[in-house]
C-alpha cells in the first residue's frame, strides 16, 4: 500500500473566511509521494465507517506531478474530525493518506433557546366518592385520565423531537442554495459516471452509485430546502412533515416524491437487479422532480 505525505490547503472563495472550513466547502489535500499510476480515478472513494460517511466526501482526484496529487474534498457535517490513517481506494489498490485532521464550522446562526415546556399542574380531587360506585367506573375514568396524560406527552416528546431534529440540520448546511448544491452534485456525477455516457456499457459500480448518490442528493435537497431531517427519517415521516409545514408542495408532489422514495428503496434493497436505464431513469425523475418542487416553494 502507498503512503503520501498530505497538507491541507483552502481556496478562497469570495464571500467566506480564509481559511475557515465551513459544511459544504471544498478543500484541497496536496499529497507527495509513489502515487500507483494505475489508480481507477472513476472510483475512488475514501475507506470510511458507516457513522462517517457525512464527514469528509471525495470530489475530485488530480495529479500535479509524477509524484504529486491534489485531492479535492468536502464536508457535510460540523465538528471537529481526527483520522490516524485516511485511506482511499478504487476498490483494487489503496492509498494511505497519514494522519489528517480539519475542524468544520457550520454556517447557520445558533439557534435561540426555546420556551421552556409548560409543566403539567397535578390534578385536583375529582370530587366526592360514593362507596356505591363500582370499581369498573373509577377503571374507566382512571383509564381516560391516563390517556390524556399520554397524548399530552406524546405531543411535548414530537415537538422536541422535531426542534432536536431542526438543529442537527446545521450538519448538512452550505454555502451553496439547495438548488444549487444539488445541481453542482449531478452535474459532477454525470462528468465520472458511465451511466451518463452514452455509447458506452456503464459497469455494476457505476450503476449502483449512481442510484445512491442520487437518493443522497435528493434527501439533502429536502433537508436544506424545507427543514426536514431527511437523512434521518423514514420516507413516511418525511412526507408527514411535508404535509404539515410545507402542504403546497405536498399537494402539489407528495405522490410523485412518495413513489420516487419507493423506487430508490427498491433500488437499494435489490441492487443487483438494477440496470443501467433503471438508474439513468431514476436520477432523470429525481432531477426533474426537484426543479419542480423548487418552482412551487
Partial sequence: ????????????????????????REFLMVCDGEVPKDLVQE???????PEEKYQIHLLGFEFRSPTQVDIKATAYKAGNFQYQDLQLTDGTQTVSLGPVQYVVQSVLPPQQPGQPPVQQEPFGPIGPVSLSVPILYWAILAGVIGLFILLCVSKIYRVVQRRNMLERLKE?????????QFHQSMRRLQRTNTVFFGGTVANKADIIQCVTETQQMLKLYVTRRYQVPAMEWSDRLILKD???????VYV???????????????GIQ???SVTE???LNIATHCRQLVEKMERVS
Fill in 252 to 266: 402539489e408532489y407528495g405522490d410523485e416524491l412518495k413513489k420516487l422514495l419507493k423506487e430508490y428503496s427498491r
Fill in 172 to 180: 448538512h448546511d452550505s454555502a451553496l442554495t439547495p438548488l444549487a
Fill in 43 to 49: 472510483k475512488l472513494h475514501f475507506v470510511l465507517k
Fill in 1 to 24: 500500500m502507498a503512503t503520501l505525505q498530505c497538507k491541507m490547503e483552502m481556496p478562497s472563495v469570495e464571500g467566506l473566511k480564509d481559511n475557515e472550513l465551513t459544511v459544504g
Fill in 242 to 248: 411535508l404535509k404539515k409545514y410545507n402542504h403546497k
Fill in 277 to 279: 436505464q433503471d438508474a
Fill in 270 to 272: 435489490d441492487k443487483e
